[in-house]
């Protein structure tokens, strides 16, 4: 598993190093609030809780503060 | 990143189009507040405000969970911003707490006397062994048939016997060793007992979390420092974080750097007796600490005009107490008949029980029954976890697919894999949807299983569901509305399935972990200063909302607005009763006095009396126009109440006072306004509205939501639990700097009883006042108030609770909150009002009021603690 996630890893920085230059002007859809990486916050913070409340993963995009609720 | 390429493409919008479509553009990028984990982005513009409520619920009665959610934005400079937020969680219901194999279950439940919230090892082991041991007459006269044929009682171990204090030869506790030896043999043998899982209800509690962040925006570099900290009964929390993002590549790259801790104390609250009157409190059996540390790295590209990919790693090391202090595991074979003997029935109680078990047996665990012990995991844990996801816009379609993955692994072998799918379409109307998917897989911890038939080599064991392995799959929607002025509401809903059969590699066992459930969230965002007043401000004036001046902050359904405009209005009001007692109009009423009217004379009289109690409402009116002459209002309320009790000379003596508190969401009032006449100078409209059942009326004291426990008093409830009409009529006018106004109002309940079989009493209120505006900004209010307010009818079947009492008019009264009597009244008041409001500038739109409303005369119905005053605030916002 690890050998398939450096390689995963290694494609996609390859991937984005060749990215192709975007000039400032053509950059309309990426400010579009669709685009954002996570364009609800609280309603992801929320569902981050309740997972990290329920599963035994947490973490890797949000932070979603302290405290437990975990019964 | 995005936002700053939103500040290039509105600056170039500016140049070839009107203003309008650029500004909405930046309010949209600015609302979507990019995760600070990923990328760079630039300070907000105008200060923001975010609200959310979330309901999380399990099939099957297990947890429920409610979460209010406020904070705000504010950018103090162009390279400093500041926010807050606070959330609080409401926690209720049942979780599985261990899992009993086969031909186990009737040595460890309840029904063997053990009590899982405080399980102290010595005191109930000797309940639970003895009552079952020597309740088994075949037991006992199979043990004195074979001693009569020959049978010799085994010799106790040495080395135990020796630390307990107890001959190993002592015939007496031998016997007792070979009774509960043969009571457990026989438990464990034949029946036809099935595996099942033993789930735990657990009190309702309630969380509090306050966050602090700062960002810094220093060209390429942005730095985002928060803080915080997370209180709930048994579980404190202290948190911090640091990002360093550095934008490079032309601001197609962002690289961040990120580091998380959080210290965390744990507590176990000891089990309370939870009578009704038990307010002193429960002491805490057990304390532990962890500590979490999480370092993450992050890249982002914008990979082409339409295409932005991601890819982070993180490293999280926890250490210190990373067991669950309620979840329970059932171990075989892990002490034996006569350890159970020796130490749960001979040791001396008087040692900490915590030592105690591992110092005369060795075992490392804390025994709350019989093969029944407190969970183990190990003391630290290192997480790792790698997400990768792409953002693709689709010109054509007008919407974004969202793709992310994440993997993480740990020490405990846990492998999880999560997959999150997402649509978001833009559509007309300012309307956004977004359809989702998720799935999540994950094997087991290798020290976890349902049961243990042996104890393990390292001593660690857990039977908690989420270390099981298994999958889950969830879908849901959320609808987004983008009004035009920076105002954005949304809904959503999610359903979820976890299954042992849905885990990747379909090796999941057992339907441990099997559970339903679902979210809704509902949230409201909004910028502060009025951007759509700069936006319209060419085509007309802001309108007059009502006729003449600001209303005081204590009339709600007061004024309408005109066709087509949005009203935020957040509510709150505050009011104690502390001042000692009143019959009528009389007071000076002492506690002899209380003991013997204040309750219903059915035993020995009222035993305690209320001393102080604390009212709170929160309420967020939203209200929209779709005509002049119609108006329509939605207002969720939120309330925290507190009363302190003490004892009064007819209690027993080891009666404890103290306090209880009650918190969460009220009655929801839904309610539409008609303009019956308007002229210059005057202006009148019936208000009718209903109030829905929203606010919960069995609330206990000891927080269990079960039938069994015992209710908090009437005034204490969170709703009416009756569907009730709500009227009313209001006439306001003014001259000049001059404005005054009427309002009568009256609740009615529509039905005779609510499900308890009671129902609060009808209310008519009826205020006058006057106002003058001293200046554009500034007003000030005087305002005469009477209220009547009926006594509750019928009686709560949960007051008190007596099974045997099949008429709850027999139910005895113990305090004087527990008497329907003692309930309403005639209240005359005298409010002074002042109102600040914005009628130009940034911050039109905007008002505050405030009104301290003072009691003149108040005649209450039976005894009750006399009211000091209400303060009520109101901050409002018209679109």
Known sequence: ?71 | MVLVAAVVVIKKNKQATSGKNALLALTGAALSLPSPELKADSPVDQPQLNTQFGYYSEAGNRMQVQVYHGGFVVPVSDWFQFSFSYDQDTYSGASPSYVVPANSADIVTKASGFDLAGGPAFGLMNDTILKGAFADTAIWAGLQADLANGFVLPTLPVNVAQKVGVDPNDSGVRMQTELIKRYLEKKQSGGDHTIKQIIEAHPLETRHMPILKAKLFFGPYTLTASGGYSIEPDYTSTFGSTYHSFEFNDKLTTVTLGYKFSNNHIFRAAPSTGGPHDHGGSANDFNADNTYRTFSMALSQVFSKNTLVYLSGEYSRKRGYLSNPYKLVHIKGLLSAAEYTLVGINAPLDLDQNKGWKYYTGVNLIPVGIDLFREVRPDKRDQWSVTGGVNQYFSSLKGALHARYRYQWDDWAIRSHTLDLAWYQQLSFGLMIEPYIRYYSQTAADFYAPYFLAPRADGYYSSDYRLSGFGKLSGGITITKQFVKGVTLSAGFEYMTQRSSLQLDGKGSGDFADIDAYLLTASLNINLSSLGGSIDNTHQSPRHSHHGGPLPAGIMEGHMLSAGDFMVSYNYSHADWADGFQRGTHSGINDQELATSACRVISIGCEFKSTAMRMDMHMINFMYAPTDWLNLMLMPQFAYKKMEMTPLPNALSDAQGGPHENVGLGDTLMTALFKVFENEHHHVHLGIGVSAPTGRIDVTFDGFLNNTSQTQSYGMQLGSGTWDLRSSLTYTGYADQWYWGGQVSGIKRMQSRNKLGYALGDEIKGSVWVGYKATSWLAFTLRNQYLVQGSIRGFSSRMEYQPSLTDPADTPQRANTENPANYGGKFWDIGLGVTFSAPQGEFSGHSLSVEWLQPVIHDYNGYQLKQDGTLSVRWGYKF
């Open chain 1, 1 to 71: 598993m690890n050998a398939l996630i450096y390689y995963a890893f290694a494609v996609l920085v390859s991937l984005m190093l060749s990215a192709c230059n975007v000039a400032p002007w053509e950059r309309g859809n990426l400010a579009k609030p669709e685009m954002a990486i996570n364009p609800n916050v609280q309603h992801a913070a929320f569902r981050e809780h309740v997972f990290e409340s329920k599963e035994a993963s947490s973490g890797g995009i949000i932070g979603s503060g302290g405290g437990c609720g975990c019964n």
